[in-house]
């Protein structure tokens, strides 16, 4: 061999060996000022665990680092001064006194102080978009190669249609017209499967936008044109489980990163064993520990780790995208010791923020559960703000479709509502009339306009927050297909090139449809500039002949309601409302501008909710 093929065959090796460490650093960047100075990187690359990692920058100190089962992770523990200085600074890997590979991390400084984040609040009306179905902005990256899932199809109610970042970002306009403050996409990470992936939730890779729905910095400009329109965009996170084509499947970092990493275990989704007193010990472990589906491994929480994994990755997420709110995916299936570790760190660094929780239960005993200022009789302590009111929904729906009997009809709205006293925050609580995982409001409704008008009218003048879903505006439906989640998340009309209907501009909606997306219009925007109804008390009396009455109300404001799901007009004597009344003259339609006074009975349509402003 000569010497110049030995050189250059030392130098292949060198940088072949070179190549196996530090292929990947998470977080991939972290912020100077944080409240807590301490970051944890996970370090991957082959043998990378065999190595030791030196920092040498000023205000960095590498506090701990931790070898895992897996020769290659690292995890390295560090803290950051105070006075340390944003930039980028080298990690080296050493053998012994050797350099054997060097990565780059870089410290950021933050946009804005931890106190500026503001989180959602009952002010904001949420519009919840499944983003491969809303509108498609960008038809070069319907199909990306090395994506598992090579084709898109409408026509296939389970398959990628296409929609993406650019496509929501293109129609902000639209959804600000609308009257909507927030808007929650389903999770727009990588999910690297076979098939059915475009709901979002079989995360593949925590720190990576699916390259089909665009990138990182597609992301980072929906959130930053949302906040210009004065519209808070929310991240869709899953702490409990991920896809079975994660990056790290093949080599996980701990054998027990991941709960049952060896068998398919499904769990019981026995949500009740967080509370009941007598729930046993095998029933618990199964709920927290059981895959969510065949496809859906459970993230090991307990595992120190992954907990300070998971809670990086959502501060990294609140810091990219200057968040206005975290929803968290099925919400009480993760160990319950790691939520509140997990929500209360967040609320701790960012105590303005809001995270809505979804825990699947029309028990408001079982929902109650995971609000923050709780007070639980096992002593569970949580620092979420917000729980998704499933039982409101569940009553909003029966209290319409269901005959006026007693203890049946409209009175379930009643009822529903003077469940209150079980949460620690009433006003805090998500309303919605559906959602991506149920039939859609107009079916629930059995088809009915003026019903899914008065739902309307109910969630949006009620105490909460409320969550509309993308859709509901223009009567959209999956009539004839109970429960089937890809015509419950239908292409939104006009969202795609070619689309003979398009409801952003109105062409071709029907009668029906037209005149429900006006009222929504009209309703959100009325919203937006009273109030009353995101801060005002509530006073509601029984309901009587199928007509249901509550007040929204303040010092300054006073609003009523009537609900009459009466296909009969009915004519309302308004002394019975005497202590909510008195010394007042007349109503304003907060919608027509019709003025009636109080001296007489106020007229009420069948089939009818109406606002009416107190004068």
Same mark, same amino acid.
């Given at each position: 061999m000569t010497i110049r093929r030995f050189i250059a065959a030392i130098l292949l090796i060198v940088i072949a060996s070179s190549a196996l460490f530090a292929q990947r650093i998470e977080p991939l960047n972290w912020w100077v000022g944080l409240k807590n100075p301490d970051v944890q990187l996970m370090i991957q690359g082959e043998a990378i665990g065999e190595t030791t990692p030196v920092i040498s920058h000023p205000g960095v100190t590498v506090k701990k680092v931790t070898k895992a089962d897996s020769k290659n992770y690292l995890f390295v523990d560090i803290r950051i001064a105070k006075t340390t200085r944003p930039g980028s600074f080298p990690i080296q890997? *050493?053998?012994?006194?050797?350099?054997?590979?060097?990565?780059?991390?870089?410290?950021l400084a933050r946009q804005q102080d931890a106190a500026q984040f503001k989180g959602f609040t009952p002010a904001d009306v949420i519009y919840l978009i499944v983003p491969d179905r809303f509108a498609n902005g960008d038809l070069t990256n319907d199909v990306v190669a090395g994506m598992k899932e090579t084709t898109i199809n409408r026509r296939l109610?389970?398959? *990628? %249609?296409?929609?993406?970042?650019?496509? $929501? $970002?293109? %129609?902000?306009?639209y959804i600000a017209d609308m009257g909507y403050t927030a808007i929650w996409p389903t999770p727009l990470l990588e999910n690297n499967m076979a098939a059915y992936s475009y709901h979002g939730y079989s995360i593949t890779n925590h720190y990576k936008v699916d390259p089909r729905y665009g990138? &990182?910095?597609?992301?980072?400009?929906?959130?930053?044109?949302? *906040?210009?329109?004065? $519209?808070?965009? $929310?991240?869709?996170?899953?702490?409990? %489980?991920? /896809?079975?084509?994660?990056?790290?499947?093949g080599d996980l970092p701990f054998k027990n990163w991941l709960n049952y990493p060896d068998t398919l275990t499904i769990t019981n989704h026995r949500r009740t064993v967080n509370q009941d007193l007598y729930a046993a010990r095998y029933d618990k472990k199964l709920m927290t520990n059981g895959w969510f589906d065949r496809t859906m491994p459970d993230m090991n929480a307990q595992n120190e780790w992954m907990a300070n994994y998971l809670i990086q990755n959502t501060i990294w997420w609140i810091e990219t995208l200057q968040l206005g709110g975290v929803r968290q995916d099925t919400y009480g299936y993760s160990d319950k010791a790691f939520l509140t570790k997990w929500s209360c760190r967040i609320m701790d660094e960012y105590p303005n923020f809001s995270m809505v929780g979804e825990e699947w239960s029309v028990n408001p005993l079982i929902t109650s559960y995971w609000q923050r200022g709780k007070q639980n009789r096992d002593g569970y302590q949580s620092?979420?703000?917000?729980?998704?009111?499933? !039982?409101?929904?569940?009553?909003?729906?029966?209290?319409?479709?269901? !005959?006026?009997?007693?203890? *049946?009809?409209?009175?379930? &709205?009643?009822? /529903?509502?003077?469940?209150?006293?079980?949460?620690a925050d009433p006003k805090n609580m998500l309303v919605m009339g559906d959602n991506h995982d149920m039939d859609r409001l107009f079916t629930q409704l059995n088809n009915n306009v003026d019903l899914t008008k008065m739902a309307l009218t109910y969630l949006l003048t009620i105490r909460g927050i409320p969550q509309i879903y993308y859709g509901t505006e223009i009567l959209m439906e999956n009539t004839g297909h109970h429960k089937v989640d890809g015509l419950i998340r239908s292409d939104f009309p006009g969202g795609w090139p070619g689309d003979t209907t398009n409801a952003f501009t109105g062409n071709r909606l029907t009668a029906n449809q037209q005149a429900m997306q006006t009222y929504t219009k009209q309703l959100l925007n009325w919203r937006k500039v009273n109030p009353v109804i995101a801060n005002g008390d509530t006073r509601h009396f029984a309901p009587s002949d199928g007509v249901y009455v509550y007040f929204r109300y303040n010092n300054a404001r006073k609003v009523m309601v009537v609900m009459n799901k009466s296909t009969d007009a009915k004519s309302l004597e308004m002394t019975r409302y005497k202590e909510m009344l008195d010394g007042h003259q007349t109503v304003k339609n907060a919608l027509?501008?019709?003025?009636?006074?109080?001296?007489? !009975?106020v007229s009420v349509p069948a089939m009818s909710a109406t606002i009416w402003e107190v004068k």
């Open positions: 890997f *050493r053998k012994g006194s050797k350099v054997v590979s060097t990565a780059t991390y870089t410290l109610a389970g398959g *990628r %249609h296409g929609g993406d970042l650019r496509g $929501i $970002i293109n %129609h902000l306009d990138t &990182l910095d597609d992301y980072k400009e929906l959130a930053a044109k949302a *906040r210009q329109k004065g $519209i808070k965009l $929310i991240y869709d996170e899953v702490l409990n %489980h991920i /896809g079975t084509g994660y990056w790290w499947m620092c979420l703000t917000t729980i998704m009111d499933f !039982p409101m929904q569940e009553a909003l729906v029966q209290a319409l479709t269901e !005959p006026e009997t007693w203890g *049946r009809g409209i009175t379930k &709205l009643y009822e /529903g509502l003077a469940n209150d006293f079980v949460y027509t501008g019709q003025t009636q006074t109080l001296s007489q !009975p």
